[in-house]
């Protein structure tokens, strides 16, 4: 069973609509959840992190926190074109590392 | 630029060939990882420093594979005796010691080095 799960999509929705982004973990003493957003060809950029049960809100993204369910989501209001990339889920693993899941891949469309 | 800074950014070597790459983290960041990602796939973490010292290995990491960070600042990566498999983006982050919250602080990747193994 791997540690990260998340659907590789591609999660397909129109401009302006909300996307709504799912990940599981598997190690219940994980603490610490960080959303990441990948371009093709660049490098992951963090996107937001959350240490406790609930909802974090920053600009268009929240992200959501159910320990008990040991799953994290993240949804963006108002989606663009230009949120088009995968979207990588990471939780801090046993030791001070993060682990990530395979992605899942965002299309906006106009 | 404060950045992560990795080079070279594209490497192609041939089967056999020993590679090298370079990371400079951000300055005031004690913590420094090595992952590798190859397409279609999230992030695979290979090792991990704190300062100088090399905490944490991949038990998946061929022993071909080592990592350096001597004085606490810059890291190296080598590959020696490549094979096609090694094949991927070798992304370098790093992370600011952990204050005040509990668990793993946030990472900041580089750009990657992309290696290609002909």
């Known amino acids: 069973q791997k540690e990260v799960e998340q659907n590789s999509g591609p999660l397909s929705v129109p401009e302006g609509a909300i996307a709504s982004l799912n990940c599981t973990y598997s190690?219940?003493?994980?603490?610490?959840f960080f959303w990441y957003r990948q371009y093709s060809g660049k490098s992951p950029e963090l996107i937001m992190f959350?240490?406790?049960?609930g909802d974090k809100e920053d600009g268009r993204f929240t992200a959501q926190l159910n320990k008990a369910s040991q799953y994290v989501s993240l949804l963006i209001r108002d989606s663009q074109p230009s949120d088009s990339a995968t979207y990588l889920c990471?939780?801090?693993?046993?030791?001070?590392?993060?682990?990530f899941g395979t992605g899942t891949r965002l299309q906006v469309f106009p | 630029d404060t950045g992560v800074s990795q080079n070279p950014r594209h490497k192609i070597t041939k089967r056999g060939q020993n590679v090298t790459f370079r990371c400079d983290p951000i300055?005031?960041?004690?913590?420094l990882y090595w992952y590798r990602q190859t397409l279609g796939q999230g992030p695979e973490f290979l090792t991990y420093?704190?300062?100088?010292?090399?905490?944490?290995k991949s038990r998946l990491l061929s022993d071909r594979f080592s990592a350096e960070r001597p004085k606490g600042s810059f890291s190296t990566l080598e590959i020696q005796r490549t094979e096609q498999g090694d094949s991927a983006m070798y992304l370098c982050?790093?992370?600011?010691?952990?204050?005040?919250?509990?668990?793993?602080?946030?990472?900041?990747f580089g750009e990657g080095s992309r290696l290609t193994v002909l």
């Open positions: 990471a939780v801090n693993g046993d030791t001070d590392k993060l682990i």
């Open positions: 190690d219940r003493g994980s603490q610490s």
């Open positions: 959350i240490y406790s049960n």
């Open positions: 420093f704190q300062n100088e010292a090399q905490l944490e």
């Open positions: 300055s005031e960041h004690n913590r």
């Open positions: 982050a790093s992370s600011p010691r952990i204050t005040g919250t509990s668990g793993t602080g946030e990472l900041f």
